[in-house]
């Protein structure tokens, strides 16, 4: 008898070039500010085009990181070889880095990987080990996502770094990103 493998999947991924913006970080103001306190850490933020994923990188941005942080920016795609997918995908994390530099002077580094989302994300997760794995959610009810399945959800239970999921936003909520 042999043993069953699992996660025999080819994984392969595209690293994006991305311009080369690299935040304006002032001097130190006080002594007890060196350089190993200032050091960032590394969160990881899974995107896509949807409305839902823009929210979680905007409270990813204001709520989350802060100078001298890296975002690593993972975007699952079926298909690495497919170039209209990989040229909307890169004009997507292009337009996100130069975001984050802007708002919260963030590096930025994206991979667009081949495969489920959710297991996609997990293997990056354990390949950067970040601080976090932002994501967002569609807000489905729990019998919604049980039947059609839930990224965030295999995420919240299979990663092994802190996974943080953001919810759509209500009227009200929404006024907290501003």
Same mark, same amino acid.
């Given at each position: 008898m042999e043993p069953v493998k699992e996660d025999e999947e080819v994984y392969s991924w595209r690293e994006m070039e991305l311009p080369a913006l690299k935040p304006k970080v002032p001097e130190a103001e006080l002594e007890r500010e060196t350089g190993e306190r200032r050091r960032g850490r590394d969160i990881l933020i899974a995107v896509d085009h949807g409305?839902?994923?823009k929210h979680a990188f905007d409270w990813a941005l204001i709520h989350l990181c802060r100078l001298a942080d890296t975002i690593h920016l993972v975007h699952a795609v079926s298909s690495v070889n497919n170039e209209i997918v990989y040229e909307a995908s890169q004009g997507l994390m292009q337009k996100l880095a130069l975001e984050a530099v802007e708002v919260a002077m963030v590096m930025t580094e994206a991979?667009?990987?081949? @495969?489920?989302? @959710?297991?996609v994300i997990c293997k990056e997760a354990e390949r950067i080990k970040p601080a976090a794995v932002v994501m967002g959610t569609r807000g489905r009810s729990l019998m919604q996502s049980v039947l059609q399945g839930s990224v965030s959800e295999y995420c919240f239970h299979n990663c092994k770094s802190a996974p943080v999921v953001i919810v759509p936003g209500k009227e009200a909520g929404d006024e907290s990103l501003i």
């Open positions: 409305p839902n994923s991979r667009i990987v081949q @495969g489920e989302a @959710g297991k």
